[in-house]
């Protein structure tokens, strides 16, 4: 893969956790390599513990690895400092999780602007896009209304929104349909396809799902730290 179609760049990754009992570290990804091409969707599967949440931890510049280089657009990410890693991430990455994590006192508006507010306060263009995106997963008529008010595929749809508010070149999915019933999860899972193209992000997800596994363009399975 060349660099003009790679987004992202793991190589020979590993991290080690310290063992809770005094004894050898916990090693729980190994000599981990793979090349993301952008507007590539793929996702990250495999049996409970092999990796695949610190595997996106790292990606998402949560966490550090142990060893080995990352780098995204280009840019090294074990060279930049916190402040660097904390901006690249409101910017230019989006996350979703399993649970919306979304304010409760907030609106739906509300909650979708957090992000902007890292740059100052949300301008006329976030709330013009904030609409659309709401609009275009079927919640213009929700913006006024909060978290509480909505069921939990509507919350998880403001999520993804919110994931995508800074136009990010990177959306992260942990689990994104883990809490939903299978209807709402098939319809969640077929809107991240669509969002995929039509915002021209990549998307990486992690999923025990294999029907949403089977949307992405490509599977990446763990096993014991390492692909499979």
């Given at each position: 893969?060349?660099?003009?179609?790679?987004?992202?760049?793991?190589?020979?990754?590993?991290?080690?956790?310290?063992?809770?009992?005094?004894?050898?570290?916990?090693?729980?990804?190994?000599?981990?390599?793979?090349?993301?091409?952008?507007?590539?969707?793929?996702?990250?599967?495999?049996?409970?513990?092999?990796?695949?949440?610190?595997?996106?931890n790292?990606?998402?510049?949560?966490?550090?690895?142990?060893?080995?280089?990352?780098?995204?657009?280009?840019?090294?990410?074990?060279?930049?400092?916190?402040?660097?890693?904390?901006?690249?991430?409101?910017?230019?990455?989006?996350?979703?999780?399993?649970?919306?994590?979304?304010?409760?006192?907030?609106?739906?508006?509300?909650?979708?602007?957090?992000?902007?507010?890292?740059?100052?306060?949300a301008t006329?263009?976030?709330?013009?896009?904030?609409?659309?995106?709401?609009?275009?997963?079927?919640?213009?008529?929700?913006?006024?209304?909060?978290?509480?008010?909505?069921s939990?595929?509507?919350?998880?749809?403001?999520?993804?929104?919110?994931?995508l508010?800074?136009?990010?070149?990177?959306?992260?999915?942990?689990?994104?349909?883990?809490?939903?019933?299978?209807?709402?999860?098939?319809?969640?899972?077929?809107?991240?396809?669509?969002?995929?193209?039509?915002?021209?992000?990549t998307?990486?997800?992690?999923?025990?799902?294999?029907?949403?596994?089977?949307?992405?363009?490509?599977?990446?399975?763990?096993?014991?730290?390492?692909i499979?």
């Amino acid at each position: 893969m060349s660099n003009a179609t790679s987004l992202l760049q793991l190589k020979n990754i590993s991290r080690e956790f310290p063992s809770t009992e005094g004894g050898a570290p916990l090693e729980v990804l190994r000599g981990l390599s793979m090349d993301v091409a952008r507007g590539e969707s793929i996702a990250i599967v495999g049996p409970s513990g092999c990796g695949k949440s610190t595997l996106l931890n790292l990606i998402g510049t949560l966490d550090q690895p142990t060893d080995g280089a990352i780098a995204f657009d280009g840019r090294d990410l074990i060279a930049l400092n916190d402040d660097e890693l904390a901006l690249l991430r409101n910017r230019e990455m989006g996350f979703i999780f399993q649970n919306h994590h979304l304010l409760p006192q907030c609106t739906v508006m509300e909650n979708v602007l957090v992000p902007t507010l890292a740059h100052g306060r949300a301008t006329a263009d976030d709330e013009e896009r904030a609409r659309h995106l709401l609009n275009r997963v079927g919640l213009g008529e929700r913006l006024s209304h909060r978290p509480g008010q909505l069921s939990g595929g509507e919350r998880q749809r403001v999520a993804v929104v919110r994931a995508l508010i800074n136009q990010p070149q990177l959306l992260l999915a942990d689990e994104p349909t883990g809490a939903l019933d299978q209807t709402t999860a098939d319809q969640l899972g077929q809107l991240l396809v669509e969002l995929n193209a039509e915002e021209n992000v990549t998307l990486i997800t992690v999923t025990h799902s294999e029907k949403l596994a089977a949307r992405m363009t490509r599977t990446v399975e763990l096993k014991d730290g390492q692909i499979a």
